[in-house]
Protein backbone atom coordinates (compact mmCIF):
# COMPACT_ATOMS: atom_id res chain seq x y z
CA UNK A 1 0.00 0.00 0.00
CA UNK A 2 1.84 3.24 -1.57
CA UNK A 3 -0.16 6.85 -0.44
CA UNK A 4 1.41 9.19 -2.38
CA UNK A 5 3.31 12.41 -1.02
CA UNK A 6 0.16 15.58 -0.52
CA UNK A 7 -2.30 12.97 -0.60
CA UNK A 8 -5.53 13.38 1.42
CA UNK A 9 -8.21 10.71 2.46
CA UNK A 10 -11.05 11.51 4.27
CA UNK A 11 -13.52 8.94 5.27
CA UNK A 12 -15.91 7.84 8.55
CA UNK A 13 -13.54 5.12 8.54
CA UNK A 14 -10.29 4.65 7.13
CA UNK A 15 -8.23 1.05 7.05
CA UNK A 16 -5.10 0.21 5.24
CA UNK A 17 -3.77 -3.09 4.92
CA UNK A 18 -1.19 -4.95 3.83
CA UNK A 19 -1.19 -8.45 3.73
CA UNK A 20 1.17 -11.01 2.43
CA UNK A 21 0.88 -14.99 3.59
CA UNK A 22 1.21 -18.27 2.26
CA UNK A 23 -2.33 -19.89 1.46
CA UNK A 24 -3.06 -23.60 1.55
CA UNK A 25 -5.42 -25.48 -1.15
CA UNK A 26 -7.89 -25.60 1.60
CA UNK A 27 -7.99 -22.03 2.25
CA UNK A 28 -7.91 -20.68 -1.11
CA UNK A 29 -10.81 -23.16 -1.57
CA UNK A 30 -13.20 -22.42 1.68
CA UNK A 31 -13.14 -26.23 2.46
CA UNK A 32 -13.86 -26.88 6.54
CA UNK A 33 -11.40 -26.74 9.07
CA UNK A 34 -12.43 -30.13 10.40
CA UNK A 35 -12.02 -32.02 6.71
CA UNK A 36 -8.69 -30.22 6.31
CA UNK A 37 -7.55 -31.47 8.97
CA UNK A 38 -8.68 -35.01 9.14
CA UNK A 39 -8.76 -35.93 5.78
CA UNK A 40 -6.97 -33.62 3.42
CA UNK A 41 -4.03 -33.51 5.41
CA UNK A 42 -3.54 -36.72 5.97
CA UNK A 43 -3.89 -37.69 2.58
CA UNK A 44 -1.64 -34.90 1.86
CA UNK A 45 0.72 -36.12 4.62
CA UNK A 46 1.02 -39.39 3.06
CA UNK A 47 1.65 -38.56 -0.30
CA UNK A 48 4.86 -36.38 0.85
CA UNK A 49 5.99 -39.45 2.71
CA UNK A 50 5.90 -41.67 -1.02
CA UNK A 51 7.16 -38.97 -3.01
CA UNK A 52 9.88 -37.73 -0.78
CA UNK A 53 13.21 -37.30 -2.41
CA UNK A 54 16.84 -37.54 -1.27
CA UNK A 55 17.43 -33.95 -1.64
CA UNK A 56 14.73 -30.85 -0.87
CA UNK A 57 14.95 -27.52 -0.51
CA UNK A 58 12.18 -25.44 0.10
CA UNK A 59 12.26 -21.54 0.16
CA UNK A 60 9.03 -19.21 0.90
CA UNK A 61 8.82 -15.75 1.49
CA UNK A 62 6.22 -12.92 2.22
CA UNK A 63 6.29 -9.36 2.04
CA UNK A 64 3.83 -6.28 3.25
CA UNK A 65 4.55 -3.10 3.04
CA UNK A 66 2.53 0.25 4.45
CA UNK A 67 4.08 3.84 3.14
CA UNK A 68 2.68 6.79 3.73
CA UNK A 69 4.26 9.77 1.52
CA UNK A 70 5.33 12.87 2.84
CA UNK A 71 2.69 15.92 4.24
CA UNK A 72 0.01 13.03 3.10
CA UNK A 73 -3.15 12.87 5.24
CA UNK A 74 -5.79 10.41 6.74
CA UNK A 75 -8.37 12.02 8.28
CA UNK A 76 -11.36 9.51 9.55
CA UNK A 77 -14.42 10.46 11.51
CA UNK A 78 -14.21 7.81 14.47
CA UNK A 79 -11.20 5.45 12.92
CA UNK A 80 -8.07 5.08 11.46
CA UNK A 81 -6.51 2.42 11.03
CA UNK A 82 -3.32 1.13 9.04
CA UNK A 83 -2.22 -2.57 9.10
CA UNK A 84 0.72 -4.32 7.81
CA UNK A 85 0.81 -8.18 8.12
CA UNK A 86 3.39 -10.88 6.38
CA UNK A 87 3.04 -15.21 7.24
CA UNK A 88 4.88 -17.67 5.58
CA UNK A 89 4.96 -21.48 6.58
CA UNK A 90 8.04 -23.94 5.28
CA UNK A 91 7.59 -27.85 5.94
CA UNK A 92 9.04 -30.45 4.10
CA UNK A 93 10.53 -33.95 4.63
CA UNK A 94 13.23 -35.68 2.58
CA UNK A 95 14.01 -39.38 2.41
CA UNK A 96 15.93 -41.87 0.85
CA UNK A 97 17.70 -44.83 1.61
CA UNK A 98 21.48 -43.50 0.56
CA UNK A 99 21.53 -40.28 1.87
CA UNK A 100 19.27 -37.07 2.65
CA UNK A 101 19.59 -33.86 2.67
CA UNK A 102 16.78 -30.88 3.07
CA UNK A 103 16.61 -27.11 3.30
CA UNK A 104 13.63 -25.13 4.70
CA UNK A 105 13.65 -20.94 4.54
CA UNK A 106 11.02 -18.75 5.86
CA UNK A 107 11.27 -15.23 5.29
CA UNK A 108 8.63 -12.78 6.45
CA UNK A 109 8.71 -8.76 6.35
CA UNK A 110 6.68 -6.36 7.31
CA UNK A 111 6.44 -2.87 7.03
CA UNK A 112 5.14 0.43 7.85
CA UNK A 113 6.68 3.65 7.49
CA UNK A 114 4.68 6.51 7.67
CA UNK A 115 6.95 9.83 6.56
CA UNK A 116 7.74 13.26 7.27
CA UNK A 117 4.28 16.03 7.68
CA UNK A 118 2.30 12.86 7.31
CA UNK A 119 -1.06 14.40 9.47
CA UNK A 120 -3.41 11.49 10.96
CA UNK A 121 -6.33 12.63 12.32
CA UNK A 122 -9.29 10.00 13.98
CA UNK A 123 -12.26 11.19 16.02
CA UNK A 124 -12.14 7.85 17.92
CA UNK A 125 -9.63 5.58 17.56
CA UNK A 126 -6.18 5.65 15.37
CA UNK A 127 -4.69 1.93 15.41
CA UNK A 128 -1.38 1.09 13.31
CA UNK A 129 0.71 -2.28 13.94
CA UNK A 130 3.27 -4.04 12.05
CA UNK A 131 3.45 -7.99 12.21
CA UNK A 132 5.26 -11.03 10.81
CA UNK A 133 5.42 -13.88 11.18
CA UNK A 134 7.88 -17.29 9.99
CA UNK A 135 7.85 -21.07 10.33
CA UNK A 136 10.61 -23.65 8.81
CA UNK A 137 10.12 -27.32 9.34
CA UNK A 138 12.18 -29.76 7.66
CA UNK A 139 12.83 -33.25 7.98
CA UNK A 140 14.96 -36.14 6.77
CA UNK A 141 15.86 -39.64 7.05
CA UNK A 142 18.00 -42.00 5.50
CA UNK A 143 16.97 -45.45 6.36
CA UNK A 144 19.37 -48.35 5.15
CA UNK A 145 18.19 -51.24 7.39
CA UNK A 146 14.80 -50.81 5.05
CA UNK A 147 16.17 -52.43 2.32
CA UNK A 148 19.47 -53.76 0.71
CA UNK A 149 21.95 -51.34 -0.95
CA UNK A 150 25.15 -52.34 -3.27
CA UNK A 151 28.69 -52.43 -1.25
CA UNK A 152 29.64 -54.39 1.71
CA UNK A 153 28.46 -53.62 5.27
CA UNK A 154 31.38 -52.34 6.20
CA UNK A 155 31.59 -49.66 3.89
CA UNK A 156 28.00 -48.55 4.68
CA UNK A 157 27.50 -44.85 5.75
CA UNK A 158 24.05 -43.47 6.48
CA UNK A 159 23.89 -39.70 6.46
CA UNK A 160 21.27 -36.98 7.16
CA UNK A 161 21.23 -33.49 7.46
CA UNK A 162 18.21 -30.90 8.04
CA UNK A 163 18.50 -27.44 8.52
CA UNK A 164 15.92 -25.52 8.77
CA UNK A 165 16.34 -21.27 8.99
CA UNK A 166 13.19 -19.00 9.83
CA UNK A 167 13.69 -14.56 9.71
CA UNK A 168 11.32 -12.23 10.74
CA UNK A 169 11.78 -8.26 9.97
CA UNK A 170 8.53 -6.80 11.48
CA UNK A 171 9.36 -2.17 11.62
CA UNK A 172 7.29 0.71 11.69
CA UNK A 173 8.93 4.02 11.67
CA UNK A 174 6.83 7.36 12.58
CA UNK A 175 9.18 10.07 10.92
CA UNK A 176 10.00 13.78 12.34
CA UNK A 177 7.46 16.01 11.68
CA UNK A 178 4.71 13.42 11.41
CA UNK A 179 1.59 13.69 13.72
CA UNK A 180 -0.61 11.13 14.80
CA UNK A 181 -3.69 12.80 16.70
CA UNK A 182 -6.98 10.42 18.24
CA UNK A 183 -9.62 11.61 20.26
CA UNK A 184 -10.04 8.34 22.25
CA UNK A 185 -6.98 6.16 21.70
CA UNK A 186 -3.51 5.16 20.14
CA UNK A 187 -2.31 2.21 19.41
CA UNK A 188 1.21 1.98 18.29
CA UNK A 189 2.72 -1.81 17.89
CA UNK A 190 4.98 -3.90 15.53
CA UNK A 191 5.46 -7.53 16.74
CA UNK A 192 6.68 -10.67 15.18
CA UNK A 193 6.83 -14.49 15.60
CA UNK A 194 9.87 -16.93 14.36
CA UNK A 195 10.33 -20.31 14.98
CA UNK A 196 12.11 -23.19 13.38
CA UNK A 197 12.15 -26.85 14.06
CA UNK A 198 14.86 -29.61 11.78
CA UNK A 199 14.36 -32.95 12.58
CA UNK A 200 16.92 -35.57 11.08
CA UNK A 201 17.60 -39.34 11.73
CA UNK A 202 19.58 -42.16 10.52
CA UNK A 203 19.93 -45.97 10.38
CA UNK A 204 21.92 -48.74 9.40
CA UNK A 205 22.09 -52.67 10.46
CA UNK A 206 24.43 -52.97 13.31
CA UNK A 207 27.50 -54.09 11.26
CA UNK A 208 27.29 -50.63 9.26
CA UNK A 209 30.35 -48.54 9.30
CA UNK A 210 28.32 -45.22 10.61
CA UNK A 211 25.05 -43.40 11.08
CA UNK A 212 24.91 -39.90 11.10
CA UNK A 213 22.21 -37.23 11.61
CA UNK A 214 22.86 -33.61 11.90
CA UNK A 215 19.99 -30.87 12.62
CA UNK A 216 20.57 -27.32 12.21
CA UNK A 217 17.99 -24.80 13.22
CA UNK A 218 18.45 -20.72 12.82
CA UNK A 219 16.02 -18.53 13.79
CA UNK A 220 16.59 -14.72 13.70
CA UNK A 221 14.00 -11.77 14.44
CA UNK A 222 14.44 -8.08 13.87
CA UNK A 223 11.15 -6.33 15.32
CA UNK A 224 11.74 -2.34 16.05
CA UNK A 225 9.58 0.38 16.77
CA UNK A 226 11.38 3.80 15.69
CA UNK A 227 8.39 7.04 16.97
CA UNK A 228 10.36 10.84 15.92
CA UNK A 229 7.00 12.31 15.48
CA UNK A 230 4.00 13.41 17.49
CA UNK A 231 1.34 11.18 18.92
CA UNK A 232 -1.73 12.61 20.79
CA UNK A 233 -4.38 10.40 22.23
CA UNK A 234 -7.11 12.92 23.87
CA UNK A 235 -9.22 10.49 25.92
CA UNK A 236 -11.22 12.17 28.35
CA UNK A 237 -11.20 11.17 32.09
CA UNK A 238 -14.05 8.60 33.38
CA UNK A 239 -16.83 9.41 35.18
CA UNK A 240 -17.52 6.41 37.75
CA UNK A 241 -20.09 5.99 40.11
CA UNK A 242 -19.70 3.82 43.49
CA UNK A 243 -22.71 4.39 45.23
CA UNK A 244 -22.89 8.00 46.64
CA UNK A 245 -19.48 8.75 45.75
CA UNK A 246 -18.08 10.35 41.89
CA UNK A 247 -14.59 9.50 40.64
CA UNK A 248 -12.63 10.59 37.61
CA UNK A 249 -10.23 7.79 36.48
CA UNK A 250 -8.49 8.38 33.25
CA UNK A 251 -8.40 4.62 30.82
CA UNK A 252 -5.74 2.22 31.59
CA UNK A 253 -2.35 2.82 29.65
CA UNK A 254 -0.52 -0.23 29.33
CA UNK A 255 2.82 -0.95 27.54
CA UNK A 256 4.32 -4.51 26.97
CA UNK A 257 8.17 -5.04 27.17
CA UNK A 258 10.11 -7.50 26.29
CA UNK A 259 13.99 -6.58 28.05
CA UNK A 260 15.13 -9.80 25.89
CA UNK A 261 14.19 -7.95 22.46
CA UNK A 262 15.40 -4.80 23.15
CA UNK A 263 18.14 -3.58 21.31
CA UNK A 264 18.57 0.33 20.69
CA UNK A 265 19.38 3.08 23.32
CA UNK A 266 19.10 0.70 25.72
CA UNK A 267 15.06 0.97 25.55
CA UNK A 268 13.18 -1.28 27.61
CA UNK A 269 16.19 -2.14 29.81
CA UNK A 270 15.17 -3.60 33.26
CA UNK A 271 17.35 -2.33 35.90
CA UNK A 272 16.40 -5.23 38.59
CA UNK A 273 18.50 -3.38 41.23
CA UNK A 274 16.85 -0.06 41.00
CA UNK A 275 13.59 -1.36 39.89
CA UNK A 276 13.28 0.60 36.70
CA UNK A 277 12.60 0.24 33.15
CA UNK A 278 13.85 2.69 30.38
CA UNK A 279 11.23 4.33 28.42
CA UNK A 280 13.24 6.78 25.85
Known amino acids: VDIGAGATLTGSGIYLIAQGEDRSFSNINGIDNMVDQFVIGSVVSKLNDLTALPAKVLVRSATAEVTIGEDASLIGDYAVGVYSSAS ?9 KLFS ?12 DIQKGVKITSGET ?3 TSDAAANSDIETETARDLGDVKGGASSQVAVSLAVANADV ?9 ATITAGKTANISAGGEVSASAGA ?6 NGAAGLAFGIEITTADIDIRVDGDVQADMDAIERIAGDATTLST ?17 GKV ?10
Open 169 to 177: TSHLTVADG
Open 201 to 206: SSGLHS
Open 88 to 96: TDTTGVAKS
Open 271 to 280: DYANETIQLD
Open 251 to 267: PLVKIEIDPLMAKKANI
Open 101 to 112: IGYGGAFAKSTV
Open 126 to 128: VVI
